[in-house]
């Protein structure tokens, strides 16, 4: 999916920084044009209130991995919020149930910030 996603975002023009690294969190775009950060996140491993099943086995280990990640994700978006970065937190769930809506949704904040620059 994530591929997909990439791949449709460059079709529609929009330029971007994949795993980047030098920027906080490491987000799996980066949009420096559109001082933009986007965050294609897991299910389970981000905690979704929705679809996130703990393991039944080491459950404390678990519950305090994912709660680590949930802490540093917001963390993440404090920083960027803080430094005039717009930031998409796209859920696994969102993507496998209507991706050509998320695509499309992206499409639309990424050009809403550009029209607000005119």
């Known amino acids: 999916m994530e591929i997909s996603f990439r791949k449709a975002l460059w079709k529609a023009g929009y330029r971007y920084k994949k795993n980047a690294l030098n920027y906080f969190g490491k987000p799996d775009l980066a949009l420096r044009k559109h001082k933009t950060v986007i965050f294609l996140d897991s299910c389970f491993w981000h905690g979704c209130e929705e679809h996130c099943r703990m ?7 678990w519950v305090a991995k994912i709660e680590r990640n949930k802490r540093r994700d917001a963390e993440v978006n404090e ?30 904040i990424l050009s809403d910030k550009e029209q607000s620059k005119s």
């Open 55 to 61: 393991p039944s086995t080491k459950r404390d280990y």
């Open 79 to 108: 920083y960027y919020q803080n430094n005039g970065w717009r930031i998409l937190r796209i859920w696994e769930h969102e993507m496998t149930g209507g991706f050509d809506d998320v695509v499309a949704r992206t499409i639309n």
